[in-house]
């Protein structure tokens, strides 16, 4: 059984940085995409980043590339989200997802969820 686990989020001012952990298990996650979502109040779930767990390739939002960077360490199983220069705009809850064809964008792509983490930026 697939378990995604995510920890990092909390409360920060604008400017300062976090870094989200999403812990992955259950199962080998070669070929896989591994992404990162946001869910703002009242909004639907978008795309921030993603990565090929095989190969490392990476993507990301325009509106987080140059501040968020996405990673992976294979041994420990564990998918990052480097946060740097938060905005307010950046609150939401954010989500880690596993898609087993490798190639998704859009929430509807990934099979896994976590149960999310709510970060908080404050001006």
């Known amino acids: 059984q697939v378990q995604l686990v995510e920890s990092g989020g909390g409360l920060v001012q604008a400017g300062d940085s976090l870094r989200l952990s999403c812990a992955a298990s259950g199962r080998t996650f070669s070929g896989y995409r591994m992404g990162w979502f946001l869910q703002a109040s009242g909004k639907e779930r978008e795309f921030v980043a993603a990565?090929?767990?095989?190969?490392?390739?990476?993507y990301y939002a325009d509106s987080v590339k140059g501040r968020f960077t996405i990673s992976r360490d294979s041994a420990k199983n564990t998918v990052y989200l480097q946060m740097n220069s938060l905005k307010p705009e950046d609150t939401a809850v954010y989500y880690c997802a596993a898609d087993r064809a490798g190639s998704g964008f859009r929430p509807g792509e990934y099979n896994y969820w976590g149960q999310g983490t709510q970060v908080t930026v404050s001006s």
């Open positions: 990565i090929g767990w095989s190969l490392g390739n990476t």
